[in-house]
């Protein structure tokens, strides 16, 4: 099976529209596909009803933005029902402070000698509770000041870099519980991001286990290669069922488009066997 579980349109930081985003996965051959917007729902029925009318199966999911020892993990969630009354209030409670975070990035830029940030990412964003680091990343390039998602992230917004604000997220145990209650299951998304030490992971991996998380993406669009064999290995130690996603934000913005995944290593049990 072609398997995306990991994919964002316009009601976050993508550049296509949840139906747009449907017709490429279609078109790329996808048969069981995700939409995974930031915090955020609002599109999941569109995608739902597109990807039927094209003959794929869909997953309702959500990616969720979380704190975890300071630093933001993301938390996808998959399988889960978007009319929940406590998973629309929760995650609007997330999106609540990341107007005040842009303005706060605008004007760290500012200090850089880049004017004009916050009212450049604004046509960026299909979804004014959503300005994020993508749609400042994509002002950042129009402008010149760098030529990809990767220098502008390496330049100014990394976790390290001299624009980048840091945000209070969810908990993890309240991201986790918000899936569960929803009736959808806890995935970690894309941990070769993240930069902790062996021993936190360790200690993320354990935490996450023990409240009730059951996937870890393995192959993803932000990972190396290299990184497929390591996160297998972590799945098959701490029993984690494996996911795949390209993390599609938009053509030629990523390592993979939607569709165009490897398959996982061998030896691990795929998460979206709930599903077939």
Request: negative net charge; aromatic residues 10%.
């Amino acid at each position: 099976m072609n398997v995306d579980l990991h994919c964002h349109s316009t009601v976050s930081d993508g550049v296509l529209t949840p139906d747009q985003v449907a017709q490429r996965a279609h078109e790329h051959g996808v048969n069981l596909w995700a939409l995974t917007d930031h915090d955020e729902l609002a599109g999941l029925a569109l995608a739902q009803q597109t990807a039927t009318d094209l003959g794929m199966q869909f997953i309702p999911g959500v990616e969720i933005s979380v704190t975890w020892l300071n630093k933001t993990v993301h938390i996808v969630g998959l399988g889960i029902d978007y009319h929940n009354p406590q998973l629309i209030q929760s995650l609007a409670h997330v999106r609540s402070g990341r107007a005040q975070r842009a303005h706060k990035i605008a004007a760290a830029l500012a200090d850089l000698g880049i004017e004009g940030a916050f009212e450049g990412a604004i046509p960026f964003a299909s979804n004014p509770e959503l300005v994020s680091r993508t749609h400042f990343a994509r002002f950042l390039i129009q402008q010149g000041h760098c030529a990809s998602m990767k220098e502008v992230f390496a330049t100014y917004l990394g976790d390290t870099g001299p624009a980048y604000i840091p945000m209070q997220w969810a908990s993890l145990e309240n991201a986790v519980r918000w899936i569960h209650e929803a009736g959808g299951v806890a995935v970690i998304a894309h941990p070769g991001r993240y930069d902790y030490t062996t021993l936190q992971f360790d200690l993320l991996f354990d935490t996450f286990k023990a409240l009730g998380g059951q996937g870890i993406e393995v192959v993803t669009g932000s990972h190396a290669p290299a990184q497929y064999l390591e996160y297998a290995q972590v799945a098959k130690r701490y029993g984690f069922e494996a996911s795949c996603g390209s993390d599609f934000h938009g053509p030629k913005e990523g390592r993979i488009d939607v569709g165009c995944l490897p398959p996982l290593p061998t030896g691990l049990h795929p998460i979206w066997q709930r599903w077939i």
